[in-house]
């Protein structure tokens, strides 16, 4: 929830309504369930296309720090595409010189351990996981990398970062 505070003027009277907007509801609003959204899923290269593979992500946004979840799953007839992908975030970054990281795991023919990142002012997250089995040095994330992807490959990605408002 996005909240900007009241500014309280000298005499004034404080209201019951007045207290529960400012003080309950933003408490509240900490506790409350994630919101669900359809991130985007784009590449540098050609798009890739979901069929009837699923991509759900979920969020929590507390201020201006957000909370991130995201589940992608290939279909049979999912399109990988060509090129590096990226995921949408639900929320530009903020602009504050700092590239945000997260934890990315992929599972597919083999399990990957990867990172997720975000960079100031964008909404474009991106994947990176060892280029092979035998070149564990970081790569992004494309149709064959770091294996190929067929139905049934999982992404799972979390990440915290500051959004732009």
């Known amino acids: 929830m996005t909240f900007a505070p009241r500014t309280w003027n000298a005499g004034e009277t404080v209201t019951a309504a007045m207290l529960n907007q400012e003080i309950r509801d933003q408490l509240n609003s900490m506790f409350d369930v994630w919101t669900a959204y359809t991130p985007a899923w784009t590449s540098s290269g050609t798009n890739p296309a979901l069929g009837n593979g699923s991509i759900t992500g979920r969020y929590m946004k507390i201020g201006r720090t957000v909370h991130v979840s995201i589940l992608l799953v290939g279909g049979s007839t999912t399109t990988w595409g060509t090129g590096a992908y990226s995921i949408?975030?639900?929320?530009?970054?903020?602009?504050?010189?700092?590239?945000?990281?997260?934890a990315a795991r992929l599972a597919g023919t083999d399990t990957w351990a990867g990172i997720c990142n975000l960079s100031a002012n964008t909404t474009a997250i991106n994947l990176q996981f060892p280029a092979s089995t035998t070149n564990t040095r970081a790569a992004n994330m494309q149709a064959t990398s770091p294996?190929?992807?067929?139905?049934?490959?999982?992404?799972?990605?979390?990440?915290?970062?500051?959004?732009?408002?």
């Open 88 to 102: 949408a975030a639900p929320f530009t970054s903020a602009n504050i010189g700092v590239a945000f990281v997260g």
């Open 147 to 165: 294996e190929t992807h067929a139905a049934g490959t999982s992404l799972r990605l979390s990440l915290t970062y500051q959004s732009a408002t």
